[in-house]
């Protein structure tokens, strides 16, 4: 077993992913940045994009965020954002009802996942 | 001496109130345990985007520092946000945030500053509105119930922001009842402008030097707006579980009082009963007697 990384993506209202990965790349501000086990410290700023969960050298996990906060250390990688998506179990009709009635910036994030699927 | 009539109906009425009231206190219960489940759920966000705030702020420089950080170095307006329930028969939850509200508007005014307010919440709002009406921004209600939205805390968060932007005020405070436990509540004021930094963050995570993307002060301005969005979304979740933990002691009370008053009804009806059959029995004797 390769070595890996702590992954938690936290949302307001829960923590929606808590896993080990092997590599996680996430949308930084800045550009896309992928995360290994024994990364330097890092504190990022995330743009609304895919988060990507690599495991056994092919990608297992895919989450829409709608942009947040990276906090990277040597074993863990901790997201934090507003909105977030599981793109694997989120089903187009299930995500297009809710951004019909959702208005604002959840229309909008739900729209873009919705392109993404 | 009440009659045998009326002392039937007052244990019947005080029976159907000791109904509603069970009724009423075990509604709160289910609900609590949900509400009291989001609110724990709920803190991880919050208390990771204050430690990455204190190491922020550690490394910021004061002067060239976000106002929403430091102020903007005035002290004349406050705003105070008030979180209060929109239903009431939950005991003194929504009496003490009304009297803190009053004590803290009060005290600022005294020392001659302008005080703004955002109601959450309808009973504080209305039972404020005719003293303090005219310093309402606004009085928003129906955001709290079992499940609190996370776009409503953004969208007051937002409000927020923007007038602090526009220099409507300069600082920020949040006036709520924290969940301690079940029977226990906490009005607690929390700033939000300028931002609570934990003075004595550890210094473990000071001693790693981070890199920062962008820099420390352009990623402390993006964070610092989601950081107020999401401290009135911790006092909305807090809050509405303490209300309802709050309804359900104040209705357990209130079906132990009715219980009570049964008994102690129940007792008086047996004797007006008891002296009744008494009084018929001795004129039916007395007047055998005199035949």
Redesign the interface.
């Known amino acids: 077993m390769a070595e890996t990384t702590q992954l938690e993506l936290v949302t307001p209202a829960d923590i929606m992913v808590q896993k080990s990965a092997e590599m996680v790349v996430a949308p930084g501000a800045e550009g896309l940045f992928g995360v290994l086990p024994r990364h330097a410290p890092l504190l990022s700023d995330l743009a609304r994009g895919i988060v990507e969960v690599h495991e056994n050298g092919k990608i297992a996990n895919r989450f829409m965020i709608d942009g947040g906060l990276a906090d990277v250390s040597g074993e863990s990688v901790t997201i934090l954002t507003e909105r977030a998506e599981d793109l694997d179990k989120a089903s187009r009709d299930d995500v297009k009802s809710r951004a019909d009635a959702a208005s604002g910036a959840e229309a909008d994030f739900l729209n873009a996942v919705l392109a993404a699927l | 001496m009440p009659s045998l009539k009326d002392l039937k109906t007052r244990i019947n009425s005080v029976k159907s109130t000791q109904k509603i009231t069970s009724a009423m206190k075990m509604v709160a219960a289910a609900k609590l345990r949900r509400a009291q489940d989001?609110a724990e759920?709920?803190r991880?966000?919050?208390d990771?985007?204050q430690q990455?705030i204190n190491?922020?702020a550690a490394k910021a420089d004061p002067s060239s520092a976000p106002q929403l950080l430091v102020g903007n170095g005035q002290d004349k307006t406050h705003l105070l946000v008030v979180v209060s329930a929109d239903r009431g028969l939950c005991g003194g939850f929504n009496g003490v945030i009304t009297r803190q509200t009053r004590n803290e508007v009060a005290r600022l005014r005294g020392e001659g500053k302008t005080v703004k307010l955002i109601m959450v919440g309808r009973k504080s709002a209305d039972s404020l509105r005719r003293e303090l009406g005219d310093s309402y921004i606004e009085a928003l209600e129906g955001i709290q119930g079992t499940s609190v939205a996370?776009?409503d805390?953004?969208?007051i968060g937002e409000k927020v922001r923007a007038g602090f932007e526009a220099g409507e005020f300069d600082v920020c405070t949040v006036i709520f009842n924290k969940f301690k436990s079940a029977i226990s509540q906490e009005v607690t004021l929390k700033k939000l402008i300028p931002a609570e930094v934990d003075e004595a963050a550890p210094a473990g995570d000071q001693s790693?030097?981070?890199?920062?993307?962008?820099e420390e002060d352009?990623?402390l301005a993006?964070?610092l707006p989601?950081n107020i969005?999401?401290q009135i979304?911790?006092a909305l979740l807090e809050s509405s579980a303490a209300e309802l933990a709050a309804r359900m002691t104040a209705m357990d009370n209130a079906t132990r009082n009715a219980g009570d008053l049964i008994d102690r009804l129940t007792l008086v009806y047996n004797r007006t009963r008891q002296a009744t059959i008494t009084k018929e029995l001795i004129e039916i004797i007395s007047g055998a007697e005199a035949v």
């Open positions: 989001s759920r709920g991880p966000y919050a990771r985007m990455i190491s922020l996370f776009a805390a953004a969208s790693v030097s981070y890199e920062y993307e962008p352009e990623l993006a964070v989601r969005s999401t979304y911790s």
